[in-house]
């Protein structure tokens, strides 16, 4: 009896640590699932302009976003230009943040510290989320629609996540520290039309791991300049 | 009197002109002579007033004023109508009004005739004018695909080098390096895959040489993405498509049209707007939705 007792509480206190580990937002990539993840969106930009303006060379272009072994990437590849950020961290914390322009002549990698990365990233601080029960299925996950509203911008941006997904790190995405899941599609509507990111891939496969190296040659290294907010 | 005028007509030709005095003499002979008869009818005797008249003038006025009552029957003028003189009269002032429109017609076809010659004239130095311009040459350095610029390696799937703008003009490489230019968007498969160089599409897509514009675009109409490995890939819109098939148009002389260039320059002003918005330091980030958004829907550029 005494035996038996002792093994429901085992299951039991296992039982509550995991509940506790599944909301919120900040939790680490420690599910060997999200250990290897791989998020492909593609890049709508629907504006009210008859001809085709700048917003055109950037219509259709992809953000991937990749998670490996604690290293994280992502990449915007457009007609217009190839940007990345490179994310390093050491025993689950930040340690580097890099942003690259792999396009044009002038290649270039500026690396800001956790703390640049903070301030870079100080007017997602005072961000507040509307969960609303809205569904939709985007890649083929049923994904819950939130709005996020940006005080300081006077901005609105929709998205659908899904709980189905560990979160990802605060660091990865800071607009979406708030959401309870992997935002699989967000709306900017603005006035003048909307850009739209949506999953059209999700990948759990290892990708190659040079891709989530720091690039080295052939970049300009450039001195972080802290914006004013 | 008809028959008198007959003559008169027909001597007309024949005019010859008296000896001076004759007429003033041949009256004196026939006063004299009617003085002398008494008996014949005065009917011929002149009226005083007349007489005195005839006097006061010349022989030859004399002569005029005789035929002063001279009527060709024949020959009438028309009757005196004022009304129609008068309509006369106003058909040629309204022929003014006309006459002015042809004028301005004349002189407004006359600037359209000078302004299509002017932009004939233009159109054919434009684009038959070839540039004294040096070629773009872009190195084909190997390093521009080592693997951390994640460009595919692929032996399907060779670099396309930057090189001459212009149609129809070939750089001249060694042919090391043209080996790696030909193998572009291969059309046995169901994607279009290529390298870029330099990372840059833009430096790559709009400096093709005419032959690989060509087939870049004839495999963009079946197929609009852009491969760019296996990770990444660029899916053209309708809106760029046109657009970059406008950039690539050629005259019959196979160069650029004004219109292509004009195309491209708008291009480059677009990247140079892209660079200074989002290569001024950290403050804007393309893969922030915010930042992007603004910059392209909300006119900060």
């Known amino acids: ?229 | 009197m008809a028959d008198s005028n007959k003559i008169f007509k027909s001597l007309q030709d024949h005019t010859e002109t008296p000896p001076p005095g004759l007429y003033a003499k041949l009256w004196k002979k026939i006063k004299t002579i009617v003085q002398d008869n008494k008996d014949l009818p005065g009917t011929i005797s002149l009226p005083a007033e007349t007489t005195d008249t005839l006097k006061a003038l010349t022989e030859e006025q004399q002569i005029w004023k005789g035929l002063q009552d001279y009527v060709d029957i024949e020959n009438t003028p028309p009757a005196f109508d004022l009304a129609k003189i008068q309509e006369a009269l106003s058909d040629n002032k309204n022929t003014t009004a006309p006459t002015r429109k042809r004028s301005q017609r004349i002189l407004l076809y006359g600037t359209a005739a000078a302004a299509v010659v002017t932009g004939i004239i233009f159109w054919v130095f434009t684009n038959i004018a070839s540039p004294a311009e040096e070629p773009v040459k872009i190195s084909n350095s190997i390093q521009n695909r080592k693997a951390d610029t994640i460009i595919t390696s692929s032996a399907t799937a060779a670099a396309i080098n930057k090189q001459d703008s212009k149609p129809g003009k070939q750089t001249n490489k060694p042919a090391s390096t043209q080996q790696n230019r030909n193998v572009i968007l291969p059309r046995n498969t169901s994607e279009t895959n290529t390298a870029i160089v330099d990372n840059d599409f833009f430096y790559t897509l709009t400096n093709f040489s005419l032959p690989e514009a060509n087939s870049f675009l004839e495999s963009m109409k079946k197929n609009r993405k852009i491969s760019v490995n296996s990770y990444s890939y660029v899916n053209v819109s309708d809106k760029m498509a046109s657009l970059l098939k406008q950039m690539y148009a050629v005259n019959r002389r196979s160069k650029y049209t004004w219109k292509a260039r004009r195309v491209k320059a708008r291009l480059n002003r677009w990247k140079k707007d892209d660079a200074k918005y989002f290569d001024n330091g950290t403050k804007k980030n393309p893969l922030d939705v915010l930042d992007l958004s603004g910059f392209l829907l909300n006119n900060k550029q």
């Open chain 1, 1 to 229: 009896m005494k035996i038996s007792s002792s093994i429901l509480l085992i299951i039991l206190s296992l039982c509550s640590t995991g509940i506790r580990a599944q909301p919120g937002a900040g939790i680490a990539v420690s599910n060997n699932k999200n250990n290897n993840l791989t998020i492909v969106y593609d890049i709508s930009i629907s504006s009210n302009n008859k001809k085709a303006g700048i917003e055109e060379a950037y219509n259709g272009g992809i953000k991937t976003v990749m998670l490996q072994n604690g290293k994280a990437r992502i990449r915007l590849v457009s007609l217009m230009r190839i940007q990345s950020l490179y994310f390093f961290t050491k025993d689950s914390a930040l340690t580097k943040v890099l942003i690259t322009k792999e396009s044009g002549k002038k290649k270039y990698k500026y690396q800001l510290s956790a703390a640049d990365w903070k301030r870079h990233n100080a007017k997602y601080d005072s961000i507040t989320y509307s969960l609303l029960d809205e569904t939709k299925s985007v890649a083929g996950y049923t994904c819950k629609k939130a709005i996020i509203t940006v005080p300081g911008e006077n901005k609105e941006v929709i998205v659908y996540y899904s709980t189905e997904l560990k979160p990802l790190d605060n660091y990865i995405e800071p607009l979406f520290a708030g959401i309870p899941g992997v935002v699989l599609q967000y709306v900017s509507e603005t006035t003048n039309g909307n850009i739209s990111f949506t999953a059209s891939k999700i990948s759990f496969e290892p990708v190659d791991e040079n891709l989530l190296q720091e690039p080295t040659s052939d970049y300009v290294q450039k001195n972080y300049d802290a914006p004013v907010r």
